[in-house]
């Protein structure tokens, strides 16, 4: 079955860019829409945006200017990247599949699939 | 922005039915889904389009959705049931994903 494995730098200095990789095995990462999402300590779920495997993408009014979310399709992977990253932005970062349930010819975003999480760290 | 609300905590004997619900304004217009999760864990999904549920999930679970509240419901709670449980929904005005702010059900 398709399984998400998130991967990348556990401990990011303030100011730098927290970069993320989500690998999608089991299944193609096509026809689907691919998220993430963030969970800081203690605390609710926060989605930070999407991508389309066909690279459209859409972000969390409240990170838009520091986020970019891509995709490789030759690799079955996405990827985020969140700039000037703060103490406020240590959480764990998830990644998650979109069920591909479509209603109304729109997708209902429910996330059937997620990843274990990776723990980031903003410190110096 | 869209909001949903949620009461942070809900307690309930077990063998009992708790109820969480899910605040937003005309939410009985959106496609509400739910997700358990378990201390360390990912979020497992487990209604989603307002009722439905994933293959896997126990009968136990089943959720509705009218007016301005949506309602996870859990008959015969376990022990196992134990989680936070969060809404979340599509805002097809502004096309965001927004979750609820969570609540803790603890079993008695």
């Known amino acids: 079955q398709v399984q998400l494995q998130e991967s990348g730098p556990g401990l990011v200095k303030p100011s730098e860019t927290l970069s993320l990789t989500c690998t999608v095995s089991g299944g193609s990462i096509s026809s689907y829409y691919w998220s993430w999402i963030r969970q800081p300590p203690g605390k609710g779920l926060e989605w930070i945006g999407y991508?389309?495997?066909?690279?459209?993408?859409n972000y969390n009014p409240s990170l838009k200017s520091r986020v970019t979310i891509s995709v490789d399709t030759s690799k079955n992977q996405f990827s985020l990247k969140l700039s000037s990253v703060t103490a406020a932005d240590t959480a764990v970062y998830y990644c998650?599949?979109?069920?591909?349930?479509?209603?109304?010819?729109?997708?209902?975003?429910?996330?059937?699939?997620w990843g274990q999480g990776t723990m980031v760290t903003v410190s110096s | 922005s869209y909001v949903l609300t949620q009461p942070p905590s809900v307690s309930v004997a077990p063998g009992k039915t708790a109820r969480i619900t899910c605040g937003g304004n005309?939410?009985?217009?959106?496609?509400v889904h739910w997700y358990q999760q378990k201390p360390g864990q990912a979020p497992v999904l487990v209604i989603y389009y307002d009722s439905d549920r994933p293959s896997g999930i126990p009968e136990r679970f089943s959720g509705s959705n009218s007016g301005n509240t949506a309602t996870l419901t859990i008959s015969r709670v376990e022990a196992g049931d134990e989680a936070d449980y969060y809404c979340q929904v599509w805002d097809s005005s502004s096309d965001l994903v927004v979750f609820g702010g969570g609540t803790k059900l603890t079993v008695l």
């Open positions: 005309n939410i009985g217009s959106k496609s």
């Open positions: 998650a599949r979109d069920n591909g349930v479509v209603v109304a010819a729109t997708p209902i975003f429910a996330f059937d699939i």
């Open positions: 991508i389309y495997y066909s690279g459209s993408t």
